[in-house]
C-alpha cells in the first residue's frame, strides 16, 4: 500500500457513538522494568542478529522536476472547486466538516484528473533517480546512543505531520472515565528492548522512559491540523503513522517488528533478545504549544509577518513542495518490480490525499475561488506557520544536515589563526526584507536576529570529530557544497530561496501590502570553546 507525506487520512468516529463509551473502554499499557539507567543504557552495543546496513533499503530518490503544466492546471482546477465548497456561500451542511473524505464525493472526477495527469507526467519524466549521498548506515556493532539520533531523524524526515506530533500539538483527548480534556499532545517514539530478565523501553525525543501514555482506546482531534479533525482512535493513528514511516522510510520496515539482536550491557555478558520501534502518545492536559519545550531546536513562531509569493518560479517551486509528496508515491509505485506502469490504479490509495493537498492549497489562497487554469498562484504565507515547515524541508534533505543545524564537535583553522575547537553549526536564515525593514529569522531557533551569524570563511580549514560529519580535513567551501546538494537537487523550494526572489510582504502592523524580498542564507559558523 503506496501512503505519500501528505495528509494523514486515519478512520474517524462517528460524534453519536461517543457518549456511550464513557466508562465503558479498558486501558491497557504494557508494563516495563522501572530500573532505568539512560547512562548505561546509552553505552549499550547492539548487533543485529541479521546484519544488513540501514542504507541497504534505502529507494533512490528522485531529482526534483518542475511541475509540469497538465499537473497545475488539473490541480488549480481542484483547487477552486474545493475553495467555492468550502466558502460560506456554498450551500455545505453546517453539521459536516468539510473534511478531505467528506469533500471526495464532490469533486470526484477533478481528482482523477491531477491523478492521471501526475502518473503521466511520472510516466513520461526522463529523470534519474539518484541515491542520497548523505544517507546514515549502521555498521555491525553500534551503541544506542549512535541509534538514538537515526531513528529520530528517519522518523521525522518521513512527513512534516510527523515531525509536528514527534514536536506536540494541541488536542482534545477523550479518555476512559475522564470525559474530554484539553492539552498538548506529543507522538512517542519508543526504542523497546526485550532481554531474558529485563525490558525496558526509552522515548527517543526525551531518553527517558515513557510517562502519561494514552490507552490505545483513546480518542484524539485536533483544530488547524491536517489529520484528526473529527474523534479518531489512538490505535488507529499509530498504525497510520507507522505505516506511513514504512512507506516513506522503508530503512525502518525492520525495526516495527521485534528484531533479534545480541545485546552488551555495560558490567554485563552478551545476551540474546529483540529489538523494536513502538509508537504511542503522550497527553498533558491544560498544556498550550508554548509551554512545550520541543525536540531538536523546533519552537514555536509568533510574528504575524505575512508573504505573499508572486513570482512564479517560486510560486510554481512552493506548488511542487506541495505536489512532490504524490509524485514520489507514483514513482515508488510504478517502478516496483511487479508493478505494470501503464495500468497501475493509484485512486483507491491517493483519491484521498490528493484532495487534502487541494484543501491545503485552497487555505493558502485568498481568491482560490477564482482560479483558472492558466490564472496565476499567488499564495499568501504566514511566517510563522512556514519557518518550521521550511525547517523540516532542510533537516530532512540529509542525516548530517540535521546533526549541523544542532551543532557537531570540530576543530577549525582559519588562515593566520590558531587552532580552534568548539562546536560547528549550519545557520539557515530567511531574510525578508523590504524598504526600511529587515528580518532575519532563524529556522532553528525561530529567534529574530539582529544579524547574520559570523560565517566561516570559504578557505577556513574544518575537521569535524564526531561520526555525523566524517573526520577528514577540508574546507569549508567544500564542506558547504556538499551539504547544499541534496538540498538544491530535491527540495526545489529551498534552492528557489537560496538564489533569493521578490515578494510582497504585509507587516504585522499593516494591512497594505509592499514589494519586498525573500532570500534563504546558510553557512558554517563554530561557536568556540577553547585555543589550542
Same mark, same amino acid.
Given at each position: 500500500?503506496?501512503?505519500?507525506?501528505?495528509? =494523514?487520512?486515519?478512520? !474517524?468516529?462517528?460524534?453519536?457513538?461517543?457518549?456511550?463509551?464513557?466508562?465503558?473502554?479498558?486501558?491497557?499499557?504494557?508494563?516495563?522494568?522501572?530500573?532505568?539507567?539512560?547512562?548505561?543504557?546509552?553505552?549499550?552495543?547492539?548487533?543485529?542478529?541479521?546484519?544488513?546496513?540501514?542504507?541497504?533499503?534505502?529507494?533512490?530518490?528522485?531529482?526534483?522536476?518542475?511541475?509540469?503544466?497538465?499537473?497545475?492546471?488539473? !490541480?488549480?482546477?481542484?483547487?477552486?472547486?474545493?475553495?467555492?465548497?468550502?466558502?460560506?456561500?456554498?450551500?455545505?451542511?453546517?453539521?459536516?466538516?468539510?473534511?478531505?473524505?467528506? /469533500?471526495?464525493?464532490?469533486?470526484?472526477?477533478?481528482?482523477?484528473?491531477? /491523478?492521471?495527469?501526475?502518473?503521466?507526467?511520472?510516466?513520461?519524466?526522463?529523470?534519474? %533517480?539518484?541515491?542520497?549521498?548523505?544517507?546514515?548506515?549502521?555498521?555491525?556493532?553500534?551503541?544506542?546512543?549512535?541509534?538514538?539520533?537515526?531513528?529520530?531523524?528517519?522518523?521525522?524526515?518521513?512527513?512534516?505531520?510527523?515531525?509536528?506530533?514527534?514536536?506536540?500539538?494541541? @488536542?482534545?483527548?477523550?479518555?476512559?472515565?475522564?470525559?474530554?480534556?484539553?492539552?498538548?499532545?506529543?507522538?512517542?517514539?519508543?526504542?523497546?528492548?526485550? =532481554?531474558?530478565?529485563?525490558?525496558?523501553?526509552?522515548?527517543?525525543?526525551? #531518553?527517558?522512559?515513557?510517562?502519561?501514555?494514552?490507552?490505545?482506546?483513546?480518542?484524539?482531534?485536533?483544530?488547524?491540523?491536517?489529520?484528526?479533525?473529527?474523534?479518531?482512535?489512538?490505535?488507529?493513528?499509530?498504525?497510520?503513522?507507522?505505516?506511513? !514511516?514504512?512507506?516513506?522510510?522503508?530503512? !525502518?520496515?525492520?525495526?516495527?517488528?521485534?528484531?533479534?539482536?545480541?545485546?552488551?550491557? *555495560?558490567?554485563?555478558?552478551?545476551?540474546?533478545?529483540?529489538?523494536? =520501534?513502538? &509508537?504511542?502518545?503522550?497527553?498533558?492536559?491544560?498544556?498550550?504549544?508554548?509551554?512545550?519545550?520541543?525536540?531538536?531546536?523546533?519552537?514555536?513562531?509568533?510574528?504575524?509577518?505575512?508573504?505573499?509569493?508572486?513570482?512564479?518560479?517560486?510560486?510554481? @517551486?512552493?506548488?511542487?513542495?506541495?505536489?512532490?509528496?504524490?509524485?514520489? @508515491?507514483?514513482?515508488?509505485?510504478? @517502478?516496483?518490480?511487479?508493478?505494470?506502469?501503464?495500468?497501475?490504479? /493509484?485512486?483507491?490509495?491517493?483519491?484521498?490525499?490528493?484532495?487534502?493537498?487541494?484543501?491545503?492549497?485552497?487555505?493558502?489562497?485568498?481568491?482560490?475561488?477564482?482560479?483558472?487554469?492558466?490564472?496565476?498562484?499567488? %499564495?499568501?504565507?504566514?511566517?510563522?506557520?512556514?519557518?518550521?515547515?521550511?525547517?523540516?524541508?532542510?533537516?530532512?534533505?540529509?542525516?548530517?544536515?540535521?546533526?549541523?543545524?544542532?551543532?557537531?564537535?570540530?576543530?577549525?583553522?582559519?588562515?593566520?589563526?590558531?587552532?580552534?575547537?568548539?562546536?560547528?553549526?549550519? &545557520?539557515?536564515? /530567511?531574510?525578508?526584507?523590504?524598504?526600511?525593514? #529587515?528580518?532575519?529569522?532563524?529556522?532553528?531557533?525561530?529567534?529574530?536576529?539582529?544579524?547574520?551569524?559570523?560565517?566561516?570563511?570559504?578557505?577556513?580549514?574544518?575537521?569535524?570529530?564526531?561520526?555525523?560529519?566524517?573526520?577528514?580535513?577540508? *574546507?569549508?567551501?567544500?564542506?558547504?557544497?556538499?551539504?547544499?546538494?541534496?538540498?538544491?537537487?530535491?527540495?526545489?523550494?529551498?534552492?528557489?530561496?537560496?538564489?533569493?526572489?521578490?515578494?510582497?510582504?504585509?507587516?504585522?502592523?499593516?494591512?497594505?501590502?509592499?514589494?519586498?524580498?525573500?532570500? =534563504?542564507?546558510?553557512?558554517?559558523?563554530?561557536?568556540?570553546?577553547?585555543?589550542?
Amino acid at each position: 500500500m503506496i501512503q505519500p507525506q501528505s495528509s =494523514l487520512v486515519v478512520p !474517524m468516529l462517528a460524534p453519536e457513538a461517543i457518549e456511550c463509551l464513557e466508562g465503558e473502554l479498558v486501558a491497557e499499557t504494557e508494563e516495563f522494568d522501572p530500573a532505568f539507567d539512560f547512562a548505561a543504557i546509552a553505552k549499550t552495543v547492539l548487533k543485529l542478529s541479521e546484519p544488513t546496513a540501514i542504507e541497504g533499503n534505502s529507494q533512490p530518490l528522485v531529482l526534483a522536476q518542475p511541475v509540469a503544466q497538465p499537473v497545475l492546471e488539473a !490541480m488549480q482546477q481542484l483547487v477552486a472547486i474545493v475553495a467555492k465548497l468550502r466558502s460560506p456561500q456554498s450551500g455545505w451542511p453546517s453539521d459536516l466538516e468539510p473534511t478531505a473524505e467528506n /469533500l471526495i464525493p464532490y469533486v470526484t472526477e477533478e481528482a482523477y484528473e491531477v /491523478l492521471e495527469a501526475l502518473q503521466t507526467s511520472s510516466l513520461g519524466s526522463d529523470s534519474v %533517480p539518484v541515491v542520497s549521498p548523505a544517507t546514515a548506515t549502521l555498521p555491525d556493532y553500534f551503541l544506542i546512543e549512535d541509534l538514538i539520533p537515526q531513528w529520530l531523524w528517519y522518523i521525522a524526515k518521513s512527513s512534516y505531520d510527523l515531525m509536528r506530533l514527534l514536536c506536540g500539538v494541541e @488536542a482534545k483527548v477523550f479518555q476512559p472515565g475522564q470525559g474530554w480534556q484539553t492539552g498538548a499532545l506529543r507522538l512517542v517514539a519508543l526504542l523497546t528492548l526485550k =532481554l531474558p530478565h529485563a525490558e525496558w523501553a526509552l522515548d527517543l525525543a526525551t #531518553n527517558q522512559p515513557p510517562a502519561n501514555n494514552l490507552t490505545q482506546q483513546a480518542l484524539i482531534q485536533t483544530e488547524g491540523e491536517n489529520f484528526c479533525n473529527q474523534p479518531t482512535w489512538a490505535q488507529c493513528f499509530t498504525q497510520q503513522l507507522l505505516q506511513q !514511516m514504512q512507506t516513506v522510510t522503508p530503512e !525502518m520496515q525492520r525495526f516495527t517488528e521485534p528484531t533479534a539482536v545480541d545485546c552488551l550491557q *555495560p558490567g554485563q555478558a552478551w545476551q540474546s533478545g529483540t529489538l523494536q =520501534l513502538q &509508537f504511542a502518545f503522550e497527553f498533558t492536559e491544560g498544556t498550550t504549544l508554548t509551554d512545550l519545550a520541543a525536540p531538536n531546536g523546533i519552537s514555536a513562531f509568533e510574528t504575524a509577518l505575512k508573504v505573499k509569493l508572486t513570482e512564479p518560479a517560486i510560486a510554481q @517551486a512552493y506548488f511542487q513542495t506541495q505536489l512532490q509528496p504524490l509524485s514520489v @508515491a507514483i514513482a515508488q509505485a510504478t @517502478a516496483a518490480p511487479e508493478a505494470d506502469p501503464a495500468s497501475t490504479d /493509484l485512486s483507491a490509495v491517493l483519491l484521498p490525499s490528493v484532495v487534502a493537498t487541494a484543501e491545503a492549497i485552497a487555505k493558502m489562497i485568498p481568491n482560490a475561488t477564482e482560479l483558472t487554469p492558466d490564472g496565476p498562484l499567488q %499564495p499568501e504565507i504566514c511566517v510563522d506557520s512556514w519557518l518550521p515547515q521550511l525547517l523540516w524541508q532542510l533537516t530532512s534533505s540529509a542525516y548530517q544536515t540535521m546533526h549541523l543545524v544542532g551543532g557537531i564537535p570540530a576543530e577549525v583553522l582559519q588562515p593566520n589563526e590558531l587552532w580552534l575547537t568548539g562546536t560547528l553549526r549550519l &545557520f539557515a536564515v /530567511l531574510e525578508i526584507s523590504a524598504p526600511h525593514l #529587515n528580518w532575519l529569522f532563524d529556522l532553528s531557533t525561530g529567534q529574530v536576529l539582529k544579524a547574520l551569524p559570523n560565517a566561516l570563511a570559504a578557505q577556513t580549514l574544518i575537521r569535524v570529530t564526531s561520526g555525523a560529519g566524517g573526520k577528514e580535513l577540508q *574546507p569549508v567551501a567544500t564542506f558547504l557544497a556538499q551539504l547544499l546538494q541534496p538540498i538544491e537537487a530535491n527540495t526545489p523550494l529551498l534552492q528557489q530561496l537560496l538564489q533569493g526572489t521578490p515578494t510582497a510582504l504585509q507587516p504585522p502592523v499593516s494591512d497594505a501590502w509592499s514589494a519586498g524580498r525573500l532570500q =534563504l542564507k546558510i553557512g558554517l559558523e563554530l561557536i568556540s570553546a577553547s585555543v589550542t
